[in-house]
């Protein structure tokens, strides 16, 4: 069902109360952590530009201009528009503890449909068999694996079998019908293997990774505090401050698409495993915790100013404060990768994967459904990952005279960047874009928009891949 964006965005409002409260709580905390870890209150927030509560309302304000002047547009070729989430991680994996009502929940939340796990494979359990499968309130759940460097799908099991090289792995979860996505490109940007249905074209955890900044403050506490009211206030916009275009990435898969078809994808790489939680587990004590409930440290509740405040209505046992950073629904909402596909079921997404008929979207900006991106030449139309010839003398005369071209168009006035192997072919403003072919080359286009003063990726289409007229 289609949703609007207005649905899509909402954010619980907080009530003045509340938000003293939860100020009030922060700020004890903040003070507890810091008598007991003796910290001596230097803390510069100047590596973290981004999470400035001035800047995300900022950018907050400017989305609402752009999601404002937004408009529906009529699906064109064949099929539906579902938007996928991949590369998501349950508490099958050892690094996370979500479980499927909260993910499928976020899911609904964000306006996502497919749910494609990859979870970390482990002795104690088969992902495949194993795994979340099936529909679960109206959302497709598809089991895989995060695994030798890929993202895979496999559609027979791989748990007690050996491979002697990636590529083995890869062939084989291939010949049986599955996919396999290169993942974490930037780990292995000299990899050569074939045969794998696609690549990552952008990985969240690869784009937070180079945030020093803010991985350094998120390896201390008294800094995880300080981001709490951005990201109260903020959630959203706080989470995906972390976008930065994915050069490399898209540089790598552009050179593989010279090769072969890739299919693009984005990899959410959601975990929820990053925050603070403080327990309450005795009379004058209180535990510290990481996000997947592992001991930081242990706090005296009587060194707490204004302890009896956070107490207040609550019994030992309870939590006293909790700051997840990259909760389901947010990091689902930050980019998705869109099918063109008739039906919501496995084997359509396999199949749109496959050709690539997918393009990939940062929707927390602004909804992406409905751009389209195809060749067209004489009432004819190719759709993204096909390849279409140029035509020939030897073509019916329609053709020639028609020619061909490549059209795009999007929910909103945009700035378009058309690639031809890699390199810009053209750049051009408005909700369309208009081409035409007069060589072979592989083609794909990008939607700028410009947030807050800053052009900002919105939108990567897969590519045409226009092959030269038959000799
Ligand atoms: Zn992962």
């Known amino acids: 069902m289609a949703r609007s964006i207005v649905e899509r965005q909402d954010v619980a409002p907080r009530s003045p109360r509340a938000s003293v409260v939860t100020t009030a709580v922060s700020a004890a905390i903040c003070l507890l952590v810091f008598f007991q870890c003796g910290l001596n209150g230097e803390v510069r927030a100047d590596a973290l530009s981004k999470l400035k509560p001035a800047k995300l309302a900022a950018i907050q304000e400017s989305l609402q201009a752009l999601r404002a002047a937004r408009r529906e547009l009529p699906l064109r070729g064949p099929g539906g528009e579902y938007c996928a989430n991949l590369h998501v991680h349950s508490a099958w994996s050892h690094d996370s503890r979500g479980t499927i009502d909260e993910i499928v929940a976020a899911a609904r939340r964000a306006g996502t449909q497919v749910l494609m796990f990859n979870e970390h494979p482990a002795d104690h359990y088969d992902y495949l068999q194993q795994g979340h499968r099936g529909i679960r309130d109206g959302v497709l759940l598809i089991p895989g694996a995060e695994t030798q460097g890929f993202l895979l799908f496999p559609t027979l099991s791989t748990a007690r079998m050996t491979f002697a090289a990636p590529q083995d792995l890869a062939d084989f979860v291939r010949s049986r019908g599955g996919q396999a996505f290169v993942s974490h490109l930037e780990e292995r940007m000299d990899w050569k293997v074939r045969g794998v249905t696609g690549v990552e074209i952008y990985n969240t955890h690869a784009d937070f990774k180079d945030e020093q900044g803010l991985v350094a403050a998120l390896k201390n506490p008294f800094k995880i505090f300080q981001l709490s009211e951005a990201f109260r206030a903020f959630p959203q916009e706080a989470y995906s401050a972390l976008l930065d275009y994915p050069r490399d990435y898209l540089r790598k898969w552009d050179a593989l698409c010279q090769q072969a078809p890739h299919t693009g994808v984005s990899a959410n790489d959601a975990h929820q495993n990053i925050g603070l939680i403080v327990r309450w587990t005795g009379p004058d004590r209180a535990r510290l915790e990481d996000a997947l409930g592992q001991p930081l440290l ?39 990768t869109h ?119 919105w939108i990567l289409s897969n590519p045409i891949y226009v092959r030269a007229a038959d000799p």
């Open 339 to 457: 099918l063109r596909m008739s039906e919501l079921t496995e084997a359509a997404v396999r199949e749109a994967l496959d050709q690539g008929r997918a393009f990939v979207a940062f929707d927390w900006m602004v909804d992406a459904r409905g751009f389209d991106f195809a060749a067209e030449a004489d009432g004819r139309r190719w759709e993204m990952g096909s390849q279409p010839r140029l035509p020939t003398a030897s073509d019916p005369p329609a053709n020639r005279h028609a020619g061909l071209s490549l059209s795009a168009v999007a929910p909103l006035s945009t700035h378009w960047k058309l690639f031809r192997d890699g390199q810009i072919e053209e750049e051009s403003d408005g909700d369309t874009l208009r081409y035409r072919v007069t060589q072979p080359g592989v083609y794909r286009c990008e939607a700028w928009l410009d947030v807050a003063g800053q052009p900002t990726i």
């Open 298 to 336: 242990e706090l005296d509740l009587a060194n707490l100013p204004g302890a009896e405040k956070l107490l207040e209505g609550r019994k030992v046992g309870d939590t006293l404060f909790e700051l997840i950073l990259d909760r389901y629904e947010f990091a689902l909402r930050h980019v998705a």
